[in-house]
């Protein structure tokens, strides 16, 4: 079930930037908290692998946020203008994905 559910907020979220590209593996680790994404972008020849740590899930008003405070990936460009603007490491959940989330980010689901 939670590799399904895995496979479904991948699905979800690579519509989301379907114009840009396609996220084509997402990988969740929640007893290690970590969080692995394959994002192939449109133009690009090679993929950008990022890894996502330390995260939670912060109420804030009346949304959810995922908050990550560690990053990680394959180009430095990227690891720098993250570290410049880090509030894109707050991201709002839609309130119709934050049941799948919240499962798959809970420890010892997996």
């Given at each position: 079930m939670i590799l399904?559910?895995?496979?479904?907020?991948r699905k979800l979220l690579?519509?989301?930037?379907?114009?840009?590209?396609?996220?084509?593996?997402l990988t969740i680790d929640a007893n290690r908290e970590t969080i692995g994404i394959v994002l192939?972008?449109?133009g690009d020849e090679k993929p950008i692998n990022i890894?996502?740590?330390?995260?939670?899930?912060?109420?804030?008003?009346?949304?959810?946020?995922?908050?990550a405070t560690k990053f990680n990936c394959d180009r430095i460009w990227l690891r720098k203008w993250?570290?410049?603007?880090?509030?894109?490491?707050a991201q709002p959940i839609p309130p119709e994905l934050l049941p799948i989330v919240a499962t798959l980010l809970t420890k010892d689901k997996q």
């Open positions: 399904a559910m895995q496979e479904t907020l690579s519509a989301q930037i379907a114009r840009y590209g396609e996220i084509t593996k192939q972008l449109e890894t996502l740590g330390g995260y939670s899930l912060v109420a804030s008003g009346a949304q959810t946020l995922f908050v993250l570290v410049d603007h880090p509030n894109y490491l």
